[in-house]
């Protein structure tokens, strides 16, 4: 038996790999720049990302948030890694089904010298799916592994 196709990934999203070996269990994803340099994440709905009712699991949603969140804030400091999730808020305003191609985008509201606060919004189409904000904290330690173990925020 063939094995099935994968999913048409939509224009201007190429393969992606960042984040922890937790992190990356959701993926594959695929990343497409913005003009003011953010990065908006996609993926497609595969079982593994459903609750027992057929919908995405909610701590699927969340993890996709905090990480893609992460990233972004990495992003706009310039500077991967040496910052944690101090706060996160979600609300679940819909679903994503199997199959669906779920979008996640970030905003940053401010960005200081020691906490940046940012909104996340996870959509299927025009449908929101998630609204999540966060507050990171800065913080100054050595990454395991070290800076190199880290892909370059050009990768993504």
Do not use: K
């Not at 048409?8 to 003009?35: C, N, Q, T």
Request: with cysteine; glycine share 12%.
């Amino acid at each position: 038996m063939p094995a099935a196709a994968e999913p048409a990934v939509p224009e201007g999203f190429a393969p992606l790999e960042f984040g922890g070996p937790y992190f990356r269990a959701l993926g594959p994803m695929y990343g497409r720049r913005e003009a003011d340099g953010s990065l908006v994440i996609g993926l497609h709905i595969t079982e593994r990302h459903l609750n027992i009712q057929g919908f995405t699991h909610g701590g699927m949603l969340t993890t996709l948030a905090d990480g893609v969140l992460g990233l972004n804030i990495a992003i706009a400091r310039g500077q991967r890694g040496a910052q944690v999730t101090v706060s996160l808020s979600a609300d679940f305003l819909s679903s994503a089904r199997l199959g669906d191609w779920l979008q996640a985008q970030v905003v940053i509201t401010r960005m200081g010298r020691r906490m940046a606060y940012a909104n996340c919004d996870l959509r299927v189409g025009a449908r929101h799916v998630l609204r999540a904000s966060a507050v990171f904290a800065f913080v100054d330690r050595e990454l395991p592994g070290g800076p190199a173990a880290l892909p370059s925020l050009a990768d993504g």
